[in-house]
């Protein structure tokens, strides 16, 4: 594509002196840079990209894009902002490739990974060709790509969607974190379906203040219904008893779908009744009561349920073959996963790493306990530090036994994280032990027949971050070999 042509996608006027070169490619890392790419300064939290532009050039880049002007030989077009202007131009770059996909996007402090893999098998039973996009990993039809952050940054973001569509997809389902909405790496996103589970406490170190995490997340609803499609009508699928959804309503100019089992909603979930084994209850559509029995366990699940089952009926999905699909799903890996070794109690690991999950997860299985329950929890480091002593609070008041231990300290000391975890739980019963191993085999070897353990945090992750290393470190592999070695 001309880099005429290109700029025209950014609807402003980006006067540039010098020549109107193809455009090969788009990069922002000048290491990826070839003969032809148009390369894009970014101001990162660790590095400033304008400082690789000069590399850039002498790798084959044609053109730069900066928000400040540089002396180089090729075209420097000046933006104010280039991480935005990024995300447009990867969009028009990669022929617009959302406008081809049904797509649903899942935000939400919790379940977005969860409700994710539901809807998408719901999808892939109904016959579609399906993308997912999340935190375990992105996926393009049968094939799986590792991924670094749960939302990619808008290069990658296009290129995947063009991916799928030249792989056939046509629904595409994705989580959007709030980080990815606040730095606009999902503009050039056109949804069709926008999704909210929950809003609770994470992130503060990012957002710094709830009411600025809230108003993150409204961008995704803020964007949905601004483009006007006879064909396929906009929904915003919001969660009817969390509070937030008055102003996620408000935001979107979309059709507005709520779920929920407390509050009125359009989609609604009655006569809850938890076993051991899954979840029974009616869903009630329009006066209608389909009776469900589902294989998934606790209150958050019926959200991520009727969330899912919300979205795939504004998708034109017959309620017959949605009700097919949740009731035959299993589960999602690391969350509220058994672990079963031939012992006799339970243990389960789970991704829960806040403190409303940690809570929604203690009070499901103290629904079923009838010994012991301990529970091996951290903090992640560089990560919210005020969840941590909450998070204590909460491992003490619902768990029996409770073990405070690491997650992933990343660049931070493991004590100094323990230390804020413990000054919310001064004068409480627990125990301390910094190595996760450790503490694992601890919980292993105190267990009795009928106790739970829960292993909570860190769920699919197959390492664990400790300073700069990534160290192979899987709960449940540790868990099948603290139970072996009993
Ligand atoms: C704070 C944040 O979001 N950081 C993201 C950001 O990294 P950064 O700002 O440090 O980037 P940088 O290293 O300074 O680089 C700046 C620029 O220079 C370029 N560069 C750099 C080095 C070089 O040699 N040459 C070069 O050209 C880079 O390509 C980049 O364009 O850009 C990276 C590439 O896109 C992201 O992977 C990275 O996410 C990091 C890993 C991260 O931890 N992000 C978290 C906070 C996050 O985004 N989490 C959310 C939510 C998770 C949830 O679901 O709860 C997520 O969506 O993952
Ligand atoms: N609807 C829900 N409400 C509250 N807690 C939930 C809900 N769904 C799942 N959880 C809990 O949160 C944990 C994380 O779930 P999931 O991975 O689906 O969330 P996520 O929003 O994708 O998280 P992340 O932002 O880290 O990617 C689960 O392991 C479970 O403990
Ligand atoms: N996407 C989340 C994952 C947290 C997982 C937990 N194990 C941790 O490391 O804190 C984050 O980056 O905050
Ligand atoms: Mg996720």
Redesign the pocket.
Same mark, same amino acid.
């Given at each position: 594509m001309k880099l005429q042509k290109l700029l025209e996608s950014l609807n402003a006027i980006v006067p540039y002196k010098g020549e109107n070169p193809e455009i090969t490619s788009i990069e922002?890392?000048?290491?990826k840079v070839q003969k032809g790419s148009l390369f894009i300064c970014? =101001?990162?939290? !660790?590095?400033?990209?304008h400082d690789?532009a000069e590399s850039a050039v002498k790798n084959g880049a044609v053109a730069i894009l900066a928000e400040r002007p540089l002396d180089l030989e090729v075209p420097v077009l000046l933006v104010n902002d280039t991480t935005r202007a990024m995300a447009v131009l990867a969009d028009a770059f990669y022929g617009q490739p959302t406008k081809s996909l049904h797509l649903i996007g899942i935000t939400g402090t919790n379940g977005?990974t969860t409700t994710s893999h539901l809807i998408e098998k719901i999808f892939a039973d109904a016959g579609e060709k399906t993308g997912l996009i999340g935190?375990m990993y992105t996926k393009i039809a049968d094939k799986t790509i590792e991924t =670094?952050?749960? !939302?990619?940054?808008s290069l990658t973001l296009q290129k995947t969607f063009k991916q799928m569509v030249d792989a056939g997809v046509n629904t595409a389902v994705m989580?959007v974190?709030?980080?990815?909405l606040d730095?606009g790496r999902v503009h050039g996103c056109d949804y069709n379906v926008a999704v909210f589970t929950n809003l609770t406490q994470?992130?503060l170190d990012?957002h710094e203040t709830m009411e600025e995490y809230k108003r993150a997340k409204s961008l995704l609803f803020a964007q949905l219904g601004n483009t006007f499609d006879l064909n396929m009508p906009k929904f915003a699928v919001l969660n009817a008893d969390d509070t937030a959804t008055e102003m996620y309503s408000r935001s979107t100019a979309a059709h507005v779908v709520t779920y929920g089992i407390e509050q009125e909603a359009d989609i609604k979930a009655k006569n809850i009744q938890m076993t051991p084994k899954g979840t029974v209850f009616d869903l009630e559509i329009k006066g209608v009561s389909y009776p469900i029995r589902m294989q998934l366990i606790g209150k958050f699940s019926v959200y991520n349920v009727l969330a899912s089952i919300s979205t795939a009926l504004v998708s034109g999905i017959e309620i017959e073959q949605i009700i097919q699909s949740i009731e035959s799903v299993e589960g999602v890996a690391g969350r509220f996963e058994l672990v079963n070794a031939g012992q006799d109690f339970t243990v389960i690991v789970d991704y829960a790493h806040t403190p409303d999950s940690l809570e929604n997860v203690l009070k499901t299985i103290q629904h079923f306990a009838e010994k012991k329950v301990f529970v091996i929890v951290g903090c992640g480091g560089d990560r919210d530090r005020t969840k941590r002593p909450i998070m204590a609070q909460i491992a003490c008041k619902f768990a029996t036994d409770p073990i405070l231990t690491s997650d992933n300290p990343r660049s931070e000391d493991p004590v100094d994280i323990l230390n804020d975890m413990e000054a919310g739980v001064q004068g409480e019963n627990y125990q301390v032990i910094p190595d996760r191993r450790k503490a694992i085999f601890t919980a292993v070897s105190q267990a009795s027949p009928g106790d739970v353990i829960l292993i909570a945090g860190k769920g699919h992750e197959t390492y664990q971050i400790i300073g700069k290393e990534v160290l192979d470190f899987d709960d449940r592999l540790v868990a099948r070999e603290a139970i072996k070695g009993r």
């Amino acid at each position: 594509m001309k880099l005429q042509k290109l700029l025209e996608s950014l609807n402003a006027i980006v006067p540039y002196k010098g020549e109107n070169p193809e455009i090969t490619s788009i990069e922002n890392d000048n290491r990826k840079v070839q003969k032809g790419s148009l390369f894009i300064c970014i =101001k990162g939290y !660790t590095v400033d990209g304008h400082d690789f532009a000069e590399s850039a050039v002498k790798n084959g880049a044609v053109a730069i894009l900066a928000e400040r002007p540089l002396d180089l030989e090729v075209p420097v077009l000046l933006v104010n902002d280039t991480t935005r202007a990024m995300a447009v131009l990867a969009d028009a770059f990669y022929g617009q490739p959302t406008k081809s996909l049904h797509l649903i996007g899942i935000t939400g402090t919790n379940g977005k990974t969860t409700t994710s893999h539901l809807i998408e098998k719901i999808f892939a039973d109904a016959g579609e060709k399906t993308g997912l996009i999340g935190t375990m990993y992105t996926k393009i039809a049968d094939k799986t790509i590792e991924t =670094k952050n749960t !939302t990619p940054e808008s290069l990658t973001l296009q290129k995947t969607f063009k991916q799928m569509v030249d792989a056939g997809v046509n629904t595409a389902v994705m989580e959007v974190s709030s980080h990815a909405l606040d730095l606009g790496r999902v503009h050039g996103c056109d949804y069709n379906v926008a999704v909210f589970t929950n809003l609770t406490q994470d992130h503060l170190d990012y957002h710094e203040t709830m009411e600025e995490y809230k108003r993150a997340k409204s961008l995704l609803f803020a964007q949905l219904g601004n483009t006007f499609d006879l064909n396929m009508p906009k929904f915003a699928v919001l969660n009817a008893d969390d509070t937030a959804t008055e102003m996620y309503s408000r935001s979107t100019a979309a059709h507005v779908v709520t779920y929920g089992i407390e509050q009125e909603a359009d989609i609604k979930a009655k006569n809850i009744q938890m076993t051991p084994k899954g979840t029974v209850f009616d869903l009630e559509i329009k006066g209608v009561s389909y009776p469900i029995r589902m294989q998934l366990i606790g209150k958050f699940s019926v959200y991520n349920v009727l969330a899912s089952i919300s979205t795939a009926l504004v998708s034109g999905i017959e309620i017959e073959q949605i009700i097919q699909s949740i009731e035959s799903v299993e589960g999602v890996a690391g969350r509220f996963e058994l672990v079963n070794a031939g012992q006799d109690f339970t243990v389960i690991v789970d991704y829960a790493h806040t403190p409303d999950s940690l809570e929604n997860v203690l009070k499901t299985i103290q629904h079923f306990a009838e010994k012991k329950v301990f529970v091996i929890v951290g903090c992640g480091g560089d990560r919210d530090r005020t969840k941590r002593p909450i998070m204590a609070q909460i491992a003490c008041k619902f768990a029996t036994d409770p073990i405070l231990t690491s997650d992933n300290p990343r660049s931070e000391d493991p004590v100094d994280i323990l230390n804020d975890m413990e000054a919310g739980v001064q004068g409480e019963n627990y125990q301390v032990i910094p190595d996760r191993r450790k503490a694992i085999f601890t919980a292993v070897s105190q267990a009795s027949p009928g106790d739970v353990i829960l292993i909570a945090g860190k769920g699919h992750e197959t390492y664990q971050i400790i300073g700069k290393e990534v160290l192979d470190f899987d709960d449940r592999l540790v868990a099948r070999e603290a139970i072996k070695g009993r």
